[in-house]
């Protein structure tokens, strides 16, 4: 592992300006990436997780923006890291990283492949845009792509359109386009939803193997905790915008220390906190998008909650012990020495 | 696979054809009476009813046979390229139509063009740039333009011009210098000058419906995740809109050219009218208000023809543009 991170996002805002006011999406996101690591973004549907990795892609669309922070790049190990927020986000250097460099997969492949053109077509596009091969090179590269994730008769394969595959191949085929031009990073977007378990499985030991492969570090996005226990070295459990836990992933099975992470396992059929009683939810739901909750945005629905601290300050992320930072008052000693005193 | 799709279409085409070509002979008789009772009350009004005449037109045309016999007699005649003559002036149908599709055809297919060339571009700006000052002021056009009707545009036009312009005639496609003079150079010329008034107020209105479509179209395909996709892939969010969801959202158009065929000869009756254009679309309908039943039956079916063959055109085109078509996918 590098002592650089490749990805490193400091502070990143993400507001959309709707009618009604604007949406604070992504509230202040700091984490890192190294490489060879895979980084697992745990959190309900909604707390931002897949817009701050859309804000390092320069994805976001209007009306939304990303509103403050930074973006570090690193192109190459030990190189000068980039602000990709100083590029407009269709600048040439943008665009030139993104699909580079910089790869993303997303969810739904049912609807990720144009339904018009050839699967080789979209292969061979972000080859020409990152590349210097000529068509007969594009072609060997394309077909060597498609069976390095699986997908056995390549040449004929090349020429067939997205209906002919099913859920998961057509995964892998965007597995193929994000690797084309050995991105250093690679974001997988909730890869495996909508796909069923066995092939779950399969797509992410794919991922897997690749990453080992090709030294990527990967920035996986999921709900799912049992795909972040099988696949992730470090976790970051964001909740409404925010990040509130960051560990590395034995010490968040083994000892969760946010209460909203708390719930969360709980909530997990098998996991070692439910015990043998009934599966645990989180009481209430999410506060709307407009809504605004003073204090810990968690505090409602929290069983810990300190009456006078929680619902007043807002707590930053702080490190709880060496393996775990956590953004919640009752790690926080000096906090809670002044609420007491 | 391809070539036995259009056989078997070809081979449904006939049957149609068939009963579309009676259909359309049996309504054109149906009022009652026929051109010749009528040609006999006008001879009495005259003063005298000469019934050789009335002989001679009873044999040629078979007044006196039974419906279904002058059926047999025209479609016979209408397949080995014989339509007959119109009863009123006594002119080879064919001839008619040598006359008039022509200037029909150059009106459609013009208006046609300018249709598409300002659609496709505008539908896709408002679709990108949607809910835009630009998009709500082409939306605003544009339901104007369709709600008003086309003779209203036409008569609208005329006055204007009348008071912006005096010398220019709106009405009418050639000059009158050039009316009964062979087609020549300078006669097209003329003819261009003139075109772009039936051009503008008939295409105005299919334009509006055009860009609302192309709008809709392209708006739901935006949403489609393969378009972020293709952006993530690092290719400028221009051409990336211009090669998937304008491709997809095209298709309806390919759809549309089949239905497009049959206008093309026909063109509007009612500009015809109002703007005193030559076309064929007048004629017909003074042939239909005269019972005149080979020049008519002969136009509406040469327009059902157009459109049988218009359907299968478009069939075969949407199967060559959308693969999932061709390959009865999802």
């Known amino acids: 592992m590098s002592k650089e991170p490749i990805l490193k996002l400091e502070n990143v805002h993400v507001k959309y300006d709707t009618d009604d006011g604007a949406v604070h999406a992504v509230r202040g996101v700091t984490y890192d990436v190294y490489e060879d690591e895979t980084l697992a973004i745990v959190g309900e549907s909604g707390c931002g997780k897949s817009q701050s990795s859309y804000a390092a892609m320069g994805l976001i669309q209007p009306p939304g923006r990303v509103s403050d922070g930074k973006i570090w790049f690193r192109n190459k190990d030990g190189g000068e890291a980039v602000n990709l927020l100083d590029h407009h986000k269709d600048s040439k250097k943008m665009r030139s990283i993104r699909g580079g460099p910089l790869a993303m997969i997303f969810q739904e492949p049912m609807t990720a492949l144009s339904p018009v053109h050839r699967i080789g077509q979209h292969l061979d596009e972000v080859l020409k845009l990152h590349t210097d091969l000529n068509k007969k090179q594009r072609f060997d590269r394309s077909c060597e792509l498609l069976t390095q994730v699986g997908i056995p008769d390549a040449a004929k394969r090349y020429t067939q359109y997205s209906f002919e595959f099913s859920g998961g191949m057509r995964q892998r085929i965007m597995i193929a386009i994000a690797l084309a031009c050995n991105p250093r990073l690679l974001i997988a977007d909730e890869p495996t939803t909508g796909l069923d378990v066995t092939i779950q499985n399969q797509i992410l030991e794919l991922m897997a193997s690749l990453q080992e492969k090709h030294h990527m570090g990967v920035v996986l996005i999921t709900h799912d905790l049992a795909v972040v226990a099988e696949n992730a070295d470090r976790v970051a459990v964001m909740y409404l915008g925010r990040i509130v836990e960051t560990t590395d992933v034995h010490t968040l099975f083994e000892d969760p220390k946010h209460p909203y992470t708390v719930s969360l396992l709980k909530s997990v059929v098998g996991s070692p906190l439910t015990g043998e009683g009934r599966l645990q939810a989180i009481r209430g739901t999410v506060p709307g998008p407009l809504d605004v909750v003073p204090g810990c945005p968690f505090h409602p629905r929290c069983d810990e909650y300190m009456p006078g601290i929680c619902d007043q300050e807002l707590p930053t992320l702080e490190a709880v012990n060496e393996k775990t930072c956590a953004a919640c008052f009752l790690y926080q000693n000096r906090k809670k020495k002044e609420a007491s005193s | 696979m391809m070539i036995r ?45 000469d019934m050789a005449e009335i002989e001679t037109l009873k044999n040629t045309y078979h007044f006196d046979r039974p419906m279904i016999v002058q059926y047999y007699y025209w479609i016979t005649g209408f397949v080995t390229g014989d339509m007959g003559k119109s009863f009123e002036t006594d002119v080879e149908v064919t001839r008619t139509l040598a006359e008039l599709v022509p200037v029909t055809a150059a009106i459609s297919l013009f208006t046609i063009l300018f249709t598409w060339s300002l659609a496709i571009p505008f539908g896709i700006i408002a679709a990108v740039k949607r809910n835009s000052p630009l998009d709500y002021s082409l939306t ?165 023809v157009l459109a049988v063959v218009g359907i299968l055109l478009s069939d075969l085109l949407l199967a060559v543009v959308d693969p999932r078509i061709k390959f009865g996918g999802k």
């Open chain 2, 5 to 49: 799709y259009i056989l078997q279409r070809i081979m449904i085409a006939i049957p149609t054809l068939l009963v579309i070509s009676f259909v359309v002979f049996f309504l054109i008789q149906l009022p009652p009476g026929s051109f010749l009772d009528a040609k006999i009350a006008a001879m009495e009004l005259e003063g005298g009813v």
């Open chain 2, 140 to 304: 605003f056009i544009g339901l104007t333009a369709m709600a008003t009707p086309a003779f209203i545009i036409a008569l609208i036009f005329q006055v204007v011009m009348q008071s912006l312009w005096p010398q220019f005639d709106p009405t009418g496609l050639i000059s009158r210098e050039y009316v009964n003079v062979p087609w020549s150079m300078a006669k097209f010329a003329d003819l261009l000058k003139h075109l772009w008034v039936p051009v503008f107020i008939l295409g105005v209105g299919g334009t509006a419906g055009m860009i609302r479509i192309l709008r809709a179209n392209v708006i739901d395909e935006l949403k489609k995740q393969y378009v972020l996709c293709a952006r993530a892939r690092g290719m400028h969010p221009v051409k990336v809109i211009l090669k998937y969801p304008v491709r997809v959202a095209i298709n309806p158009l390919v759809s549309g050219i089949g239905s497009i065929l049959p206008s093309i000869i026909s063109g509007s009756m009612i500009i015809s009218i109002v703007l005193g254009l030559p076309t064929l679309g007048p004629r017909v309908l003074q042939a239909l208000m005269n019972q005149d039943t080979y020049l008519a039956a002969s136009c509406v079916f040469i327009q059902c």
